[in-house]
């Protein structure tokens, strides 16, 4: 179970992932883009407009149920993305490296890259932005909404 969160705003998130398109971009020029959905689609759809990639594909991965991961499943494999030769995959965190060994697997020869990432599965990523540590649960905007938040010296311990 995590024991601290880390809220990850939408502007956040966006400065993050250009950060990323800067370290991707003198690696490219890059066929296409694999975004490991769901929570690769955002990142990826701003490093493909930062290095103006118009090739798109997905691989569909289910790993979590809220914070309890599971076996994973690949419900949609990247079939345009042949074995990663010259393709980037992005997703938005490497946790265990679990969801990033499977999507290797299917694309051995593809560049991989995370936003964020966890100490476990920092190797399995070829770049990321930012690491967190293991026991942190990333809220990314898409799981959070704006609410009140009691102060920290007023929450139970």
């Keep these: ?71 994973p499943v690949v419900t949609k494999p990247p079939a345009a993305a042949g074995d990663g030769e010259g393709w980037l995959i992005v997703d938005d965190l490497v946790d265990s490296g679990t969801t990033a060994k499977l999507v290797r697997g299917l694309l051995p020869k593809a560049h991989l890259a995370t936003v964020y990432a966890k100490e476990a599965g920092k190797p399995m990523a070829d770049t990321f932005i930012t690491e967190v540590s293991q026991d942190t649960w990333i809220l990314f905007p898409w799981d959070t909404e704006p609410q009140f938040v009691a102060p920290l010296a007023r929450r139970p311990v």
């Design 1 to 71: 179970m995590a024991k601290h969160y880390f809220t990850v705003t939408w502007d956040q998130l966006h400065r993050d992932a250009k950060a990323l398109a800067w370290r991707l971009h003198s690696l490219g020029p890059w066929k296409g883009i694999v975004a490991i959905t769901r929570g690769g689609l955002i990142p990826a759809a701003i490093i493909a407009r930062e290095l103006e990639c118009r090739l798109i594909e997905t691989v569909s991965v289910v790993t979590y149920d809220e914070e309890n991961p599971g076996e």
